[in-house]
């Protein structure tokens, strides 16, 4: 019975430490185990952080949702057995009586700021990076209170490390101790990538705030922090403008289905305090049709809905006109005002599928054509240079669909960000025009694809961009596939899009976890070069799907909970390294 | 302004009566609207039913609800501007104070049963037929209150009828009154097929009570009427049997994820007063191994999972051996137990994917084809015989998957029925057989398919049966294909299958709805001959769609909302017949 025992604490020594995802740079664990005292505490230390008080809400915030978590996950061990057999090593198990988080003062900045102030940074001047020491009996020799650290030079980074502690305890089954396994636990981070988005359509399908910040909250905990917010598109306009009130007025599905000006301040409050700043897209001139409700001056092809197929990808129909004064005051004065409300210092344009059939049929664009001797593209860049001006004015940088870079002759300041969406395969090509790159190819980050086609076409044809793409698939992507290494720099990070022809309220959670938290770790964490090993994440995956789910958050089973109780015992293939 | 008003009353009164489905064998409509009066009540009528009103108990629950749905509902119509433009023709309407339900006074059944026990009858002995005949004021000369009437042979009938007249009613935005369009309304209506099922698989993903109920109303709003409850697998056994309480006590994924015999009761009983009948599946002899949690003297090939692909389609390995007098016992005294929980006259033993490997390297089964000189198939059609004795002793015909009928030379009775799940291709192979046909093919009816291999492999391989079956193609099926025109009786219906190896409470509703929903029409809606029409379709299946998330239950979006309120504006090709 005892030498059984010791086998089974064997067993659980030598386990890795599974619940952390995305996965730390680096990582170094013991054997023992410890227990959270029952008045374990999370406590700050360090003058920069006490002498800047006025700035510590929201690092105080993710410190409460902190403790929240650890004593409501209850998420028991993914083992058999739910991690009963380790109750008398736990019971046994020294007590950690806090967590001190440290922010380093740093000579660099000497003014501590919020949470959110460092997550509105351009991403050159963020610092994400922590470290997290948890020790155990083993290594604390003078006997004292066991009290781990978590230091960072940012408030962002300790918000991050907190993430990362809570994913390392778990509760024995029947209430009972909160533990963490494989300690001594010493842990250094930061993320491979300064951009890590999941990107929302609330055009096609509205959703509510409530949907948008447990969203944020999931995304938090996979450390992603930039949402992408396609927020307004050609089937409906939801989002207020504080210049143009008219346009979600008129434009919304109807007038619960719309942000209002509070909303959006909700949001990215509650955005930023997560460390997640809000990548607010306009899409424009192309998906505009519903800015026809309020304003159908500005809209070329308005209403072709009969022919749509002709005029746009999908109905209804219209794009901003081209080289129409008016238009093109309007469409400035749009994206600062929807920029305004955001404190991120990037803005998305948007600039995909332009249709060229819907101007070639509008008088007033094919009148500046001919007046102006001018190439439609010679307009269309004439209206993306004005609205990029306007958007620099206002301190912003601008984020463009790839078109714009490659099909597209645009001129575009060097400094624009391009997201990489039609395919993996066109990213040299927008690497090779100096842009920075956000990858976003549907070949591996469309969550929507694999669900049929959505027209009404008789018959079961498949989707656009079929087959769904699967978390294996997710994690397969190479962020520096096809790139020279001089480009690597070029890279600012990737996302995961959820576009919602097919979706809403009703299966946000199921169809964006946890595969955006795939990509999530594909965009945090150093690759060691080559593939990425799903046989080793998976595991892990498991864990931040079950925590997820107890989260709150409706994330899919990813296989039988047979196979998530018994690590690797579901594999084929690769089953020979386990 | 009078002129246009005219045009747009124009517009709603051509329009057809969108919201049923499935849809009606015959409908009848006219050109008027009426609303229903704040005191319209749902009244019975006939001698039969007041004599009887001990049966009345299931059927007046479904009058509750009926009314419930008629209050809560609150479904606008999907039309720009939800209706807001009938106001006027609302606010004129003649006022339908209620709806009689007749029960028709048949000499064949003097004895008036009720709703569970008319949907626990032999197929052939089911009556689920109504009529509905909704009035409008220029069909009652007389100027007396309107009345509408239901009418059927069976309370079944009745309750089918109740939510056919619930799918017509809509309400005016920002409330006010519950009306009716294109009325005067006459529907005969019965289905085409007396098995409509939706299968759940309770064992790779465990799924509450609640799940299942809420499961349960949506199969009554799309008339379905069998629950095929795939049970138990290797994976897990939830479920309580009276005979053998060990099972789920110890083959359970934990204490909390089971189904007790209170459990299985009201679940029964809750289906029963929906019309709903249950066709329980105990899987024998594979997918068993949870049975060796308890019972491993009773399992061939047990714990062999580290070479599991060689021994099951999935882990974990197990079968019930072969040639074994306790094994037999034990396996005919399981399925008495389990069918004696169930009212239905069927009862489902399984027989799929039964593993010859499995058995090569069982001594108990080995020994007895030495021993008896016999073949594997001859010992499993022992087994088989003698499980479906013992049912057929207890009053319960036997339902099987294909491989029993196809792959495995077994004596099977004439009146086994077999459920065609492989591949459609194979339905005229079992019909050549003789034997009773349920549709299950998995290139149709297999909601689970499209989201990746869920074996711990690298990268992102698909499903094995890929593509995901979009609701067109599941619409798409012909259940005569293939077959002579004799053998069209063979064909006693089919289903839509949920398999949990990647689905659980978290997107059971989006995963299943209103795709299963699709399937009850195919085998509820006789198709005039040729291919349905999708397009047709799609309007009432957004109408199902939106009724059901306001009930409660979250089934997906099939397309933007912008063309759910615009019939047809979102087709391509078709376009021109509209």
Redesign the interface.
């Known amino acids: 019975m005892k030498i059984y025992l010791i086998a089974s604490v064997l067993v659980l020594l030598l386990e890795p430490v599974k619940g952390l995802w995305p996965a730390p740079q680096e990582l170094e664990r013991g054997k023992d185990v410890i227990r959270l005292a029952e008045e374990f505490d999370i406590t700050l230390k360090g003058s920069a952080l006490l002498e800047n008080a006025a700035y510590l809400g929201d690092l105080m915030d993710g410190v409460k949702r902190t403790h929240e978590y650890l004593i409501n996950d209850n998420l028991q061990r993914l083992v058999v057995g ?1 991690g009963e057999s380790d109750r008398s090593l736990v019971n046994a198990a020294p007590e950690l009586v806090g967590l001190n988080l440290v922010l380093a003062d740093s000579e660099w900045s000497p003014i501590v700021l919020s949470v959110t102030e460092e997550a509105h940074k351009l991403y050159e001047d963020q610092d994400e990076s922590y470290t997290l020491n948890i020790p155990s009996n083993s290594t604390s020799a003078n006997g004292g209170a066991l009290l781990a650290t978590l230091s960072a030079n940012t408030t962002l980074g300790l918000i991050r490390g907190l993430q990362t502690f809570s994913q390392l305890v778990y509760t024995l089954p029947s209430g009972g101790y909160r533990y963490i396994i494989n300690t001594p636990i010493s842990i250094r981070d930061a993320p491979a990538f300064s951009h890590r988005a999941f990107m929302l359509d609330t055009s ?3 959703f509510p705030v409530d949907d948008i910040l447990r969203t944020l909250d999931a995304m938090s905990w996979a450390k992603l922090n930039v949402l992408h917010w396609h927020a307004t598109d ?3 306009w939801p989002l207020f403008i504080p210049a143009f009130p008219e346009l979600s007025q008129h434009g919304a ?2 007038s619960s289905q719309t942000y209002s000006r509070s909303d959006i301040t909700f949001i990215r409050e509650y955005a930023g305090s997560l460390g997640i700043t809000i990548l607010l897209e306009i899409d424009i001139p192309g998906h505009t049709a519903s800015i026809g409700e309020s304003h159908p001056e500005y809209i070329a092809c308005r209403g072709k ?2 022919k ?2 002709r005029f746009a990808v ?3 129909t219209g794009q901003l006109k081209l080289g129409d004064p008016a238009t093109q005051a309007f469409a400035e004065e749009l994206v600062k005002s929807a920029s305004d409300m955001m404190s991120s210092p990037y803005f998305s344009t948007g600039g995909d599928e332009i249709n060229d059939a819907c101007y070639e049929q509008d008088l007033t664009t094919t009148s500046a054509l001919l007046n102006g001797n001018a190439t439609l593209d010679e307009l269309l860049s004439t209206f993306v240079e004005g609205v990029h001006h306007r958007l620099r004015a206002a301190g912003k940088t601008s984020v463009v669909w790839e078109e714009m870079a490659l099909n597209r002759n645009i001129k575009l300041a060097n400094d624009t960000i391009v997201t990489v969406w039609i395919s993996s395969a066109n990213v040299r090509a927008v690497a090779d025009k100096g842009h920075r790159i956000i990858h976003a190819a549907s070949d591996y980050f469309y969550l929507d694809c ?14 656009w961009c ?11 992507f190479d962020p520096f596939a096809s790139l020279d290494e001089l480009q690597h720099s070029q890279v600012l990070g990737g996302e995961a899009l959820l576009w ?8 946000l ?3 964006a976890w946890p595969r955006a938290a795939a990509a999530a770790e594909v965009f945090w964490s150093r690759s060691s070069g080559g ?1 990425r ?3 080793e994440a ?1 595991p892990r995956l498991h864990d931040w799907r079950y925590r997820a ?1 107890n989260r709150g958050v ?10 998530a ?2 690590p ?8 020979e390294e386990h």
Chains 1, 2 share one sequence.
Do not use: M
């Not at 579901?570 to 089953?575: I, P, T």
């Open positions: 739910r096609r399908a509205w050609s089937q409906s599905y109807s809905d009969d749509w197929e999908e109905p209804p694999g669900a049929g086609g959505w027209v009404g076409k008789r018959g079961g044809s498949n989707s079929d087959p769904f793409k699967s978390w294996q698939k997710i994690y397969s919602t022809e097919q979706a809403g309220p009703e299966n959670d199921s169809i593939a090993n799903a046989t998976l789910v409706g994330a899919v089973r990813l296989q039988p909970e047979w196979c109780l018994r690797h015992a579901c594999d084929v293939e690769e089953k």
